[in-house]
């Protein structure tokens, strides 16, 4: 059940569902809901609505995609917020849990939602993120789908203020390049309230050469996990070839090369006792990628599955270290994204929803 975090417009995804963060008279109205009955065909989908009838807060109901490259449009009507004290947060968690019920139903493989209530109804986003994470989590009808949650923009996700600037101040003592920091800093949020990163932040600015903001090599700042090559290990030569000079054959060679990511992973799952469901729902995985790496000893996984399963197993940064080494990679103190994900595994904080709510706030992809 991989849970995914990213930015764009909810009209425009390819999943076989997009949910419609509907009114309870299922009528056409303004923000997520007025853009997909104009993308779906708004007389079809209108007609369609009201054979229906209504829907109340909280539960869910399903109409064919028409002009949407999605199939279905689940239309769950949220809550408005009220302050917290009308029973806002279990109708928002039953939005989700009834909507992932009614795409299971429907044999739906891949679905996108729109971080409900949190635009005219007026929901606080920080707070309507968490009640989405948990209740998508929670939810026994997401295992074999792909969830995405589409946000207008990566403003959407506030960290708190501590881990914000936790993290800035760890990416200013470790980084061996100019950070950038805007991706974490909200609108209208001021500067000056991080302490000596902002001012530090100029003046790294002020001196970065300006053909970096052209250069490709820029995107190195993003550290997105999109550079997966793995980087090339020593030649395993047998210490009696060394000393003898016999010649080492390669069957010799393989015979003797060490256990693969594949071998490791699995022998580490086996020496904490954990299930291997327990291990990729906590990594985030999808269960059809668990069982490829189970049946093949030689998988080659993308250092991001690596590291999702380094945080499933809670690994500290010596073993972490070990097992990108098996698959050919390593973190590096110049990827911002390996900085943050180096500071969840330095603080003992192995929430990979967490870690990726804070990779997508400071423009990194989340694992």
Same mark, same amino acid.
């Given at each position: ?13 390819? /999943?076989?569902?997009?949910? !419609? ?68 947060? !279990? ?183 954990? /299930? ?79 870690? !990726? ?7 990194? !992809?989340?694992?």
């Amino acid at each position: 059940m991989p849970f995914i975090l990213k930015t764009g417009d909810i009209t425009r995804q390819k /999943t076989q569902a997009i949910v !419609n963060a509907a009114n309870s008279a299922l009528r056409q109205g303004g923000g997520v809901c007025g853009a997909i009955f104009k993308a779906a065909g708004e007389e079809k989908l209108r007609e369609t609505c009201e054979k229906i009838g209504s829907c109340p807060t909280g539960r869910a109901v399903i109409t064919p995609g028409f002009d949407l490259d999605a199939e279905y449009i689940i239309h769950t009507p949220g809550p408005v917020w009220e302050g917290g004290g009308k029973n806002e947060e !279990n109708l928002l968690y039953l939005s989700y849990q009834n909507s992932l019920a009614l795409a299971h139903e429907y044999g739906v493989k891949s679905i996108s939602f729109p971080l409900i209530s949190s635009g005219i109804y007026g929901y606080p986003p920080r707070e309507a993120l968490q009640v989405a994470r948990r209740a998508i989590v929670d939810s026994p009808f997401g295992q074999d789908m792909d969830i995405y949650l589409v946000l207008h923009d990566r403003s959407w996700v506030i960290l708190p203020d501590e881990r914000q600037r936790d993290i800035i101040g760890y990416l200013e003592e470790k980084s061996t390049r100019p950070p950038r920091y805007e991706g974490a800093l909200r609108t209208g949020e001021s500067k000056e309230g991080l302490g000596d990163a902002a001012p530090r932040q100029r003046r790294l600015k002020s001196t970065r050469p300006a053909k970096r903001e052209s250069n490709a090599d820029f995107a190195e700042d993003c550290c997105c996990f999109m550079r997966e090559e793995p980087s090339p290990a020593p030649p395993n030569i047998t210490p009696t070839a060394k000393k003898t000079g016999k010649k080492t054959t390669l069957r010799e060679i393989l015979s003797s090369a060490e256990e693969t990511f594949s071998q490791m992973l699995l022998r580490i799952i086996d020496e904490k006792g954990y /299930t291997d469901s327990e291990v990729y729902k906590k990594a985030n995985v999808d269960r059809r990628l668990f069982s490829k790496i189970r049946t093949n000893p030689d998988y080659s996984p993308s250092k991001s599955t690596v590291i999702s399963f380094a945080i499933a197993l809670e690994l500290d940064g010596e073993m972490t270290g070990e097992l990108l080494a098996k698959a050919g990679y390593a973190l590096s103190p110049s990827a911002k994204a390996d900085l943050i994900v180096s500071f969840f595994i330095e603080r003992g904080n192995y929430d990979i929803f967490e870690l !990726n709510e804070t990779l997508f706030a400071f423009d990194c !992809n989340p694992l």
